[in-house]
């Protein structure tokens, strides 16, 4: 089974829907991270997270909010969906509490469509 | 701020010959880490290397080698007796040891064609 797992992998929607993407890990980390992919711009940081009660922006956080439930479990909110939000959207772990040397761990992807 | 910067979009080879791929970094920071991802048609990210700011030993595995260069802030690439298999995306990033949150920076990423 994976160790990073994404729910759903697939999504198309409307724009001004609410829609949730779901992170599982099962690799016991700490850090969790959620990132989206566009052509040619490699990844980019929306959130992160150290443990349960620490959350912090990324770089392009506008337009999304996120939960961490437990530690096993991160999920990314687009409130009210708009079209440039159509991307591939990773979930992806760490270890590190110290020095960012620690390999993250990526999950599938999630490829949400917004029309 | 810090950035990574892959110049070649696409690349396309017929099998067997070599390739290398470039990756130019920028930070401030004096400790760092640089990482180069496989993301496969398939869409997964495949970990592939993870090098430290005090490592500029060459590192070979397989057909995969990786020239790391602080001097000119690079940290190439390469494959050798490339395969079909290759075909895929290779994205470089680098962690800056004073970013709070082990931040991976990504290149903008080199598709790599390996035509038969």
């Known amino acids: 089974d994976a160790d990073v797992t994404q729910t759903p992998r697939n999504r198309i929607t409307k724009t001004g829907k609410r829609i949730m993407l779901e992170c599982s890990q099962t690799?016991?980390?700490?850090?969790m991270y959620w990132y989206r992919q566009d052509p040619g711009l490699g990844l980019q940081l929306i959130y992160y997270?150290?443990?349960?009660?620490?959350?912090n922006k990324g770089e392009i956080s506008d337009g999304y909010s996120v939960s961490r439930q437990a530690q096993a479990k991160f999920s990314l909110s687009l409130e009210s969906a708009i079209p440039n939000q159509t991307a591939l959207y990773f979930c992806?772990?760490?270890?590190?509490?110290?020095?960012?040397?620690?390999?993250?761990?990526f999950g599938p992807g999630t490829r949400l469509t917004v029309l | 701020a810090q950035k990574v910067t892959q110049a070649q979009t696409e690349i396309s080879v017929v099998e067997k010959e070599d390739v290398t791929l470039d990756c130019v970094y920028e930070?401030?920071?004096?400790?760092?880490?640089l990482f180069w991802y496989k993301q496969p048609p398939s869409g997964e990210l495949v970990f592939l290397i993870r090098?430290?700011?005090?490592?500029?030993q060459n590192e070979i595995s397989g057909r995969y080698s990786w020239n790391f260069q602080k001097s000119t802030s690079s940290f190439n690439f390469t494959i050798t007796a490339s395969q079909v298999v290759d075909s895929a995306v290779y994205f470089c990033?680098?962690?800056?040891?004073?970013?709070?949150?082990?931040?991976?920076?990504f290149g903008g990423g080199t598709r790599l064609m390996v035509k038969p």
């Open positions: 992806a772990t760490s270890a590190s509490k110290g020095p960012a040397g620690d390999e993250q761990f």
């Open positions: 690799k016991g980390h700490d850090r």
């Open positions: 997270s150290f443990d349960v009660k620490d959350i």
């Open positions: 930070t401030r920071d004096t400790t760092y880490y």
């Open positions: 090098r430290n700011s005090f490592d500029e």
């Open positions: 990033a680098l962690a800056g040891n004073n970013n709070a949150g082990n931040m991976l920076t």
